[in-house]
């Protein structure tokens, strides 16, 4: 096992190393302070100022857009440091299955597949009220929580609506099989792109195949920008109406004709998801309960939650001050000069995080 490069990052101790990616690394830690697992995501700069200058902007936009974050469906965000050429976040640790695994057998459940689509819906609904795009919605994203929860990781390309960081022209950002049509085409996105995404993600849970699967990267884009998914009745018969409609105007090519609101689609998938509930026997007769749509069905269980927040999210957690903490990085922070704890002896990393895995189980975080 390769030596880990530091042993301490601020006040959080460094246990071991959770999993990496072409461009970022995630180490499982203690916070010394509060006796706590987390995990942190790290940011080794480069040498060359230039790239160090847009890379740390890219850091403190991600923070940004991950400190105003606070939700059920989104992983929190504990702290953001740096220590000597290290800036880092410190977020909470997740314990689950990623739902890129879960949709390796092929369609999920439909009571299944609606309940999540509900909760990542209410989710973004509460990040687009921040001003937060995601712009890689995908299952390798959603990890599912042994109650039944769904939520959001990895807000790493996440963009600011009135931020001045800027990706270059054409430049696309996301999963391609996911992507919206103006990501393909490498117009202005807003956060309609988050919704196409979802209905392409919900459109492969229930039909059990991608809406878009090019025989190669540009057959793939060349459908995304023109063509039609085939209908979901093609696949898995039986599929309500009302879920068929809710895919078709998720992933409707032009944005202005998509839903306007991630709410709305929440609410909506909420109903379909009450009905097809009540169908199966899990729910007793009596009204429709959309009116909360992360009050999800848990998976496991097949009972309702006890979990029901405010579509437009809880207060900021108490021992994250996001204002702070971007002012010590932004001005520079005194233990930003204090000497490593141990050499530094790997190349300097990227900002997104990837997953761990350790005993059987994924461990996996992302952020902002």
Known sequence: MQPLPFTHLGRYRVVRELGRGAMGVVYLAEDESLLREVAIKTLLLPDEAGERRHLEARFLQEAKAAGSLNHPGIITIHDLGREGDHLYIAMELLEGTELRDRMTHGMLPLHEAVDIAAQVAAALGAAHARGVVHRDIKPGNIMLLPDGHAKIMDFGIARMQKSDVRTQSGTMMGSPKYMSPEQVGGHPVDHRTDIFSLG?????????????????????????????????????????????????????????????????????????????????????????????????????????????????????????DSAAGLARLEQGDPAASAPQRAPRSMAWLGWLLAYGVAAGVALAVALP
């Open 200 to 320: 392409s993600m919900l459109y492969e849970m229930v039909a059990g195949v991608p809406a878009f699967s090019g025989s190669n990267l540009g057959q793939l884009l060349n459908d995304i920008l023109r063509g039609a998914p085939p209908p979901v009745a093609q696949f898995r018969a039986g599929v309500p109406a009302s879920v068929d409609d809710v895919i078709a105007r998720a992933m409707q090519k032009n944005p202005l004709a998509r839903y306007q609101d991630a709410a709305e689609m929440a609410r909506d998938l909420a109903l379909c998801r009450t009905a097809i509930n009540r169908a199966r026997g899990a729910l007793p007769p009596g009204p429709d309960a959309g009116a909360d749509p992360y009050a999800a069905t848990s998976t496991g269980t097949l009972t309702q939650t006890l979990v029901q927040p405010s579509i437009g999210g809880l207060a900021l957690a108490p021992e994250f």
